[in-house]
């Protein structure tokens, strides 16, 4: 089983940046990517391949990943960006997918 | 447009059997492989079962591997989840969802709800 850790929430004024991290035992040989899930509606897919961005995805959502943390970087936050935000992998040993346990975004 | 519509969903009792299904259109689904997914209430994604595009081969998520079952039928553009020996802690959205090449999910329906009655 490959564990990937997400901080429960975060917390960011409009306009500001927001970073959102996703924590895995040598996640950076790894392709990283995040799905974005407001109330009552399935996931979204906003970043694939660590930093490529779905078409209909702003620029303002960008992602990296090294060393043992990934992240999700969401710059000029909007109210429409609260949401919860989901990291996940595909771990190439056990051919098993993993979703990380999901960061509440609040926009203050 | 690729739209992803799952049924099947409902009330079940303890040690019961569920078949959910997720009708694809808008794209060619007979040469894409198709994931399901679950979430409890109020909780996290999770990952449950993988099939390839013609169905010869399928890996499971631990928690439900010899229990549930996933298949597909590419003449009706249909995949399916059978579940059986049902607990409280398979309740959740199902969702059905579509693979990428880089092993992320692109496209994702809406979801059907199952639930338990003791």
């Known amino acids: 089983s490959y564990v990937l850790t997400q901080p429960p929430s975060v917390s960011v004024a409009p306009g500001k940046t927001a970073r959102i991290t996703c924590g895995g035992d040598?996640?950076?040989?790894?392709?990283v990517h995040w799905y974005q899930q407001k109330p009552g509606q399935a996931p979204v897919q906003v970043l694939y391949s660590t930093t490529d961005r779905p078409s209909g995805i702003p620029e303002r959502f960008s992602g990296s990943n090294s060393g043992n943390t990934a992240a999700l970087t969401i710059s000029g936050v909007e109210a429409g960006d609260e949401a919860d935000y989901y990291c996940?992998?595909?771990?190439?040993?056990?051919?098993?997918?993993?979703f990380g346990g999901g960061t509440k975004l609040t926009v203050l | 447009q690729v739209q992803l519509v799952e049924s099947g969903g409902g009330v079940v009792q303890t040690g019961g059997s569920l078949r959910l299904s997720c009708a694809a259109s808008?794209?060619?689904?007979?040469?894409?492989?198709m994931h399901w997914v679950r979430q409890p209430p109020g909780k996290g994604l999770e990952w449950l079962a993988f099939l390839s595009h013609d169905g010869s081969i399928d890996n499971y998520a631990d928690s439900v591997k010899g229990r549930f079952t996933i298949s597909r039928d590419n003449s009706w553009n249909a995949l399916y989840l059978q579940m059986t020996r049902l607990g409280a802690d398979d309740t959740a959205i199902y969702y059905c969802?579509?693979?990428?090449?880089?092993?992320?999910?692109?496209?994702w329906g809406q979801g059907t709800l199952v639930t338990f009655s003791s």
């Open positions: 996940q992998v595909w771990d190439s040993l056990t051919y098993h997918w993993f």
């Open positions: 040598n996640i950076g040989g790894k392709s």
């Open positions: 808008g794209f060619t689904f007979g040469i894409t492989p």
């Open positions: 969802a579509r693979h990428r090449e880089d092993g992320s999910f692109d496209y």
